[in-house]
């Protein structure tokens, strides 16, 4: 089922401040903030609460309600796995049968395998909506919110993070940028390969120092990246206090990078992103690869964490493997 974004929530490494959800109004205004978008026609599905995995989940509405089972399990598989055992559930669109169907399924199929459903919201036109009973007649009329105003959206431009309008509009952060692409393609014509331990080592000091590939670096990283031994160098060795970094490092690299030579880049971002707890533009990563190369060995690996929503704090028991055995998606 296509998109989906699936994906645990960041530590409070990523999120220095804990936000504390009181009412409806706060979950409408903090789940684009753990998105890193504002959904659309969107199931969203947050854990809250200190027991169990933390995690939040997104999947597109179907047209027809038919399918309204297929969105949740996907959203219940990963909320098991991670032991979930408290969610709140927000359903963006107007009020269709499909979401009344999807609130409602996604709410029976949780509550009958274990999991507490805290609340169900419906979000529309700058508007929430309640849907379980005991709620105030004019919360089902629907409540206006000004998301920008409030107080969560104030500390998160504090803090630096960036919520985009859409999923769209996240995704055109790793889209080619055509001038970016036309200066990079001369130095890609005749690049050659970085020689072994080379490409740890270069990007290893751009992610440390902050700073970007120069366009001859840069057609040598696509050189290396394009075999899964050298690659591997690109990414196996990062930490998460590496992976922000790293996501600002490979993000301007695949804008820079035509789709002949963009597939490996893109992984290695993918993974970065997911290593980071941002599992939406991990996804549109993974995207970027496939449509270069729709069987790419880590982007394989990549969706295969996602759609399980396995949290990037495994990676420091999944490091060691990974260093004695090379690329497990190979």
């Known amino acids: 089922m296509e998109p989906h974004d699936l994906a645990p929530v960041p530590p409070s490494a990523s999120r220095p401040t804990t936000l504390r959800v009181r009412t409806p109004g706060d979950i409408a205004a903090f789940v684009p903030l753990a998105m ?39 959203l219940l598989r990963p909320a098991r796995r991670n032991g979930v055992r408290d969610v709140v ?4 669109d107007d009020e269709t049968t499909v979401a009344d169907e999807a609130a409602w399924s996604v709410h029976e199929e949780f509550t009958a395998a274990g999991i507490g459903v805290r609340e169900v919201l419906r979000v ?27 107080p969560f959206t104030a500390q998160a431009v504090f803090e630096g993070r960036v919520t985009h309008a859409s999923r769209d509009a996240l995704r055109e952060t790793v889209a080619p940028d055509a001038g970016a692409v036309a200066r990079s393609l001369p130095h890609l014509v005749d690049a050659t390969p970085l020689p072994p331990g080379g490409l740890t080592a270069l990007v290893r000091r751009h992610v ?27 990414w196996a060795w990062l930490a998460r206090a590496d992976a ?9 690299a695949v804008r820079r990078l035509p789709a002949t030579h963009v597939a490996g880049p893109a992984a290695v971002l993918a993974f970065a992103a997911w290593l980071a707890g941002d599992g939406a533009l991990s996804w549109c990563a993974v995207d970027r690869c496939r449509e270069s190369d729709p069987t790419h060995s880590l982007a394989r690996l990549v969706a295969q964490l996602l759609e399980s929503a396995t949290p990037p704090d495994t990676w420091a028991m999944l490091q060691p493997e990974v260093g004695a055995s090379g690329d497990p998606a190979a």
Do not use: C
């Open 244 to 252: 922000r970094q790293a996501v600002e490092v490979w993000s301007d």
């Open 89 to 92: 559930v927000v359903v963006y």
């Open 208 to 234: 440390r120092a902050g700073t970007t590939f120069s366009a001859s670096e840069l057609a040598s990283v696509a050189a290396s990246a394009s075999t899964g031994e050298q690659r591997d160098e690109a």
């Open 36 to 74: 890193g978008f504002v959904p659309q026609r969107s199931v969203v599905v947050v854990s809250v609460g200190a027991s169990g995995g933390g995690m939040h989940a997104r999947v597109d509405l179907p047209h027809d309600p038919d399918d309204v089972d297929d969105v949740v399990e996907a």
């Open 124 to 150: 529309h036109d700058d508007h929430w909506y309640a849907v379980l009973p005991g709620a105030p007649l004019a919360a089902y009329r629907g409540v206006p919110f000004t998301r920008a105003e409030h």
